[in-house]
């Protein structure tokens, strides 16, 4: 069974400019997750999607915003580019239902903002 | 409110020495306890859980964790630990506000293991 995919690995973007990010979570898993990791702030929550509606949001600006697809692959998008936005992306996916616990992470999508 | 504190930031240890990697949480709500590892570029791979039950956790590559309430701790520990163990450990809390499927994890700051030959 393939892990969660993210994509693309590694972006650079300059200041100003807007990024998409993408995650297709294990087949069958419905819900997705996403996190914001920097040396600074360390792991921060994004948002969490299930059955394509937003079901939390972590404390982000509107910047930053994501979506999710009918066949439950997720993107999230950063708009307005900001250097302390320079991170490592991670999405994490989850069967979703009631009495689950446990995420599965991607290996993560990591943005230099220049 | 939710919380993680992993009171070392860096462990240097020894090849085949013990280890333990320190963590106390705060939760309002039913605990639920994770540790992961994650390796450089890389994300993040769960080593164990504790969602009740038996307060002693086993997981993968050796490493068990306990839980305790009085305490509010959950320390990781490894009896011998390899070269191979060198990576960073998060501790993480999972919170489930309603209407959430999964919730949100709460990490710590992590705690950098490096093994020394």
């Known amino acids: 069974k393939a892990g969660v995919t993210q994509t693309p690995r590694y972006l650079i973007k300059t200041r100003g400019q807007q990024v998409t990010l993408s995650c297709s979570p294990i087949?069958?898993?419905?819900?997705v997750s996403w996190y914001q990791q920097t040396p600074g702030q360390g792991l921060q929550f994004l948002f969490e999607?299930?059955?394509?509606?937003?079901?939390n949001k972590g404390n982000f600006p509107g910047r930053f915003s994501g979506r999710q697809f009918s066949n439950s692959r997720s993107e999230m998008n950063v708009s307005t580019l900001e250097l302390g936005d320079s991170a490592l992306y991670l999405c994490?996916?989850?069967?979703?239902?009631?009495?689950?616990?446990?995420?599965?992470f991607g290996q993560g999508t990591r943005l230099t903002v220049v | 409110a939710q919380s993680v504190t992993q009171l070392d930031s860096q462990v240097p240890v020894f090849e085949e020495a013990p280890v333990e990697l320190r963590c106390n949480y705060s939760?309002?709500?039913?605990?639920?306890l994770f540790w992961y590892v994650q390796y450089p570029n890389q994300g993040l791979q769960l080593l164990l859980k504790?969602?009740?039950?038996?307060?002693l956790v086993k997981g993968i590559n050796g490493f068990e964790a306990e839980f305790n309430k009085s305490q509010t701790s959950f320390h990781l520990r490894k009896p011998s630990v390899h070269i191979s163990d060198t990576a960073e450990y998060f501790c993480?809390?999972?919170?489930?506000?309603?209407?959430?499927?999964?919730?949100?994890?709460?990490f710590g700051r992590g705690t950098q293991l490096t093994v020394w030959p």
């Open positions: 994490a996916s989850s069967p979703g239902g009631g009495g689950n616990t446990e995420a599965f």
């Open positions: 087949s069958g898993h419905r819900s």
């Open positions: 999607y299930f059955s394509e509606t937003q079901r």
């Open positions: 939760s309002s709500v039913s605990v639920y």
């Open positions: 504790y969602l009740s039950g038996s307060t």
């Open positions: 993480a809390v999972l919170f489930r506000p309603g209407g959430s499927t999964l919730g949100r994890l709460y």
